[in-house]
Nanobody
Framework: QVQLVESGGGLVQPGGSLNLSCAIS????????IGWYRQVPGKGRLGVSC????????WYSDSVKGRFTISRNSAETMVTLQMTSLTPEDTGVYYC????????????????????WGQGTQVTVSS
């Protein structure tokens, strides 16, 4: 069973930075896509950044392009979202998701239909 555990959320001032981590376990075969999604109260989960776990192709939403960076470790057991120049609009619960044989990253991020989800981590950007 694939398990995803997010960490690294918290309260940060505007202009600050946070690194979110997604610890991945249970993946033994197949090609997975990994994505970070943000959810605010009353709204659905929106894709922020997605990538293929065993590839280099990445995608970012326009709102975070140039400020966020998604990356993985060589063992493919950790995916990190580096967030810089944070604004209050970045506030929300951030979820890590995984999908087996995911489409291209921009297609994966366009939908919130994924095989596995983490429990989420709260990010609050406020002064």
């Amino acid at each position: 069973q694939v398990q995803l555990v997010e960490s690294g959320g918290g309260l940060v001032q505007p202009g600050g930075s946070l690194n979110l981590s997604c610890a991945i376990s249970g993946i033994t075969f197949g090609s997975y896509g990994i994505g970070w999604y943000r959810q605010v109260p009353g709204k659905g989960r929106l894709g922020v950044s997605c990538m293929w776990l065993n590839g280099d192709r990445t995608w970012y939403s326009d709102s975070v392009k140039g400020r966020f960076t998604i990356s993985r470790n060589s063992a493919e057991t950790m995916v990190t979202l580096q967030m810089t120049s944070l604004t209050p609009e970045d506030t929300g619960v951030y979820y890590c998701a995984a999908t087996l044989y995911a489409p291209k990253p921009h297609e994966m991020c366009a939908t919130s239909v994924n095989d596995y989800w983490g429990q989420g981590t709260q990010v609050t950007v406020s002064s």
